[in-house]
Structure formats: structure tokens, C-alpha cells
């Protein structure tokens, strides 16, 4: 098992950045597929991006060109950079990490406390 924890949320306005980190504690070695989630109030959780093991990263349509995915290693530490933020990207954001590879879809066994982010028109 793995714990993660968020951190880097808050609030800016549209066009603005923000950069999520997610630390990881524990089974790293094994729970090393990673991936960000959102959930605004009212829907469902929705897949914001992922990495594999070999580093190779996938994202959603409604987030491509804007947001990045990395991850450091040596820090047990996953991050999602956010450019040109929109008011519709206001949610929480949730990092998530398993062992089998579910890509953007909500199965991972492992789930942080997630942080807050909110965009402002």
C-alpha cells in the first residue's frame, strides 16, 4: 500500500498557473502507475492525466496543451503542472497510484485527500 499526499492548490484567475504536487510514502516501488483525477461538485471524478512506469504520459482532451504531468523519482513525488487555467478547471484534484495500469480510469487502489483548486473568471 501506498499513502499520498497533495499539496499546491488554491485559487487564481483564469489564465493563470498553479503546480500540484502529490508525495508519496510507503509501496512506492510497486504502486508506480500514477495519475492525477478532478471532481467538481456535482459530477463525476474525471481523469486529468497519467504516467506509466516507463514515463510515457497521457492526458484528457480537455486538458491537452494546457497541463503536464511529471514525476520525480529520487522524490517519490508527482506533480501536475497547470497552465492557462479556465474556470471550468475548478475542482478537487486527487492523485492516484496502483500497481496495474488503469490509465485515466478511476480504479486505482490508492487515493490522497486531495487538494483544491478554483479558478475565478
Known amino acids: 500500500q501506498v499513502q499520498l499526499v497533495e499539496s499546491g492548490g488554491g485559487s487564481v484567475q483564469a489564465g493563470g498557473s498553479l503546480r500540484l504536487s502529490c508525495t508519496a510514502s510507503?509501496?512506492?516501488?510497486?504502486?508506480?502507475?500514477m495519475a492525477w483525477f478532478r471532481q467538481a461538485p456535482g459530477k463525476g471524478r474525471e481523469g486529468v492525466a497519467n504516467?506509466?512506469?516507463?514515463?510515457?504520459?497521457s492526458c484528457a482532451d480537455s486538458v491537452k496543451g494546457r497541463f503536464t504531468i511529471s514525476k520525480d523519482n529520487a522524490k517519490n513525488t508527482l506533480y501536475l503542472q497547470m497552465n492557462s487555467l479556465k474556470p471550468e478547471d475548478t475542482a478537487m484534484y486527487y492523485c492516484a497510484a496502483d500497481r496495474i495500469a488503469w490509465e485515466l480510469m478511476p480504479n486505482y487502489a490508492n487515493w490522497g485527500q486531495g487538494t483544491q483548486v478554483t479558478v475565478s473568471s
Open positions: 510507503g509501496d512506492t516501488y510497486s504502486n508506480s502507475y
Open positions: 504516467i506509466r512506469t516507463d514515463g510515457i504520459t
